[in-house]
């Protein structure tokens, strides 16, 4: 009997730890200057083919992609290319670049709007997302999770989505998408 009870506790700690493991908190590398906060978190957006807004954001955004990123409003920081890019407007605090690569920036911003394919986004912070998702050639839309990646959630392709960061706690399984108006 005394036996059992001892690992009880042990059971527990080894549940916390395997709990704990499941979210994954933003990396170093992904908050980038950002420390870790209750305020903040993080979201990944992957698809083939398709768009978004990132609206009214604060926080570190790495984008994988081949399109155009047009960055709005852009305060606090600067953006880092990595790749082939032509810069093809910068004007009235606006960036529009086209081509291959990455696109790494933070700092606070109006709106962040991309179009293209094979888009990878990391976005740790604040704000939100505004999905049109698109079919590709296996009919995927994309796909959307917050911290966890067990809680994947596809793009809906009948119309645009708004997504907020960090997750509404009115959703704390999954993200569910708002419509936009």
Do not use: C
């Amino acid at each position: 009997m005394k036996s059992n009870l001892l690992k009880f506790p042990f059971l527990l700690g080894l549940f916390g730890v395997a709990t704990a493991s499941i979210a994954q908190q933003a990396t170093p590398e992904q908050r980038g200057a950002y420390p870790l906060s209750k305020d903040m978190a993080t979201m990944h957006l992957r698809a083939s083919i398709g768009s978004f807004k990132l609206l009214d954001g604060t926080g570190r955004v790495e984008v994988s992609f081949t399109g155009s990123l047009l960055v709005s409003q852009l305060t606090g920081g600067k953006i880092q290319l990595i790749g082939k890019f032509e810069k093809q407007y910068d004007d009235r605090g606006r960036q529009l670049y086209y081509g291959k690569g990455t696109a790494i920036f933070s700092g606070k911003w109006r709106g962040v709007q991309w179009f293209g394919k094979d888009m990878k986004l990391v976005w740790y912070g604040t704000g939100k997302a505004r999905l049109a998702g698109e079919y590709d050639k296996n009919l995927k839309t994309g796909e959307l999770w917050y911290d966890d990646p067990k809680k994947i959630t596809n793009w809906p392709a009948q119309g645009t989505f708004d997504y907020s960061l960090p997750m509404p706690v009115s959703q704390p399984n999954a993200p569910r998408p708002k419509r936009a108006n």
